[in-house]
């Protein structure tokens, strides 16, 4: 399709992210290139020692590859700064207690409850105070091929599309179950 990949490429309103030179945050930009949010985001492993150019170069690559993720452990929150007044939200990826459909991320975001289900397969659905709002289909085989996309079930204000975005580029539909945490956590 392209080269671009996944997490770097505009979501369907034309939101995206772009992570900081240290690579430990996220901003999300409105289609007009204003920063609306920081999220943190792990950080990206450095190396020393003998093999350190080789292995810095390779998880360079794969950050570049399959874009960043959450900071917090599954189980805790992470926070965001909403611009441009500083306030503060919440997102979490799920409790990672297995299949990845059942893995439920979670964002707090202006008094609203927002829920990431994932449904099946590559497809997930996003609810706002127990509405559905949006579904999502991954498609190609792999994290960063392909393209994501969405159908909008309603009418979306500029919170809606702040965490839609946060759930595709960092949450992502069609994300890895339970054998690739166990083999990427060793």
Do not use: C
């Not at 805790?76 to 611009?83: A, F, G, K, R, V």
């Amino acid at each position: 399709m392209t080269d671009i990949p996944l997490w770097r490429r505009p979501t369907r309103g034309g939101w995206r992210i772009q992570a900081d030179e240290a690579r430990t945050r996220v901003d999300v930009m409105d289609p007009a290139g204003r920063v609306r949010a920081s999220v943190a985001t792990e950080p990206v492993q450095h190396f020393t020692g003998w093999f350190a150019r080789r292995m810095n170069a390779d998880k360079s690559r794969a950050f570049e590859t399959n874009g960043p993720s959450l900071s917090a452990p599954a189980r805790e929150p992470t926070p965001i700064t909403l611009s441009p007044h500083d306030e503060q939200a919440l997102v979490s990826d799920g409790i990672a207690n297995g299949r990845h459909r059942e893995k439920t991320g979670r964002a707090l975001v202006h008094g609203r409850h927002y829920a990431f289900l994932h449904t099946r397969g590559k497809r997930a659905e996003a609810m706002r105070d127990g509405t559905r709002i949006a579904s999502f289909v991954k498609h190609g085989f792999r994290l960063h091929n392909g393209h994501v996309s969405r159908e909008d079930h309603g009418v979306l204000d500029e919170t809606d599309e702040l965490v839609l975005t946060i759930f595709e580029k960092l949450l992502r539909p069609g994300r890895p179950g339970a054998i690739s945490d166990n083999l990427t956590s060793i």
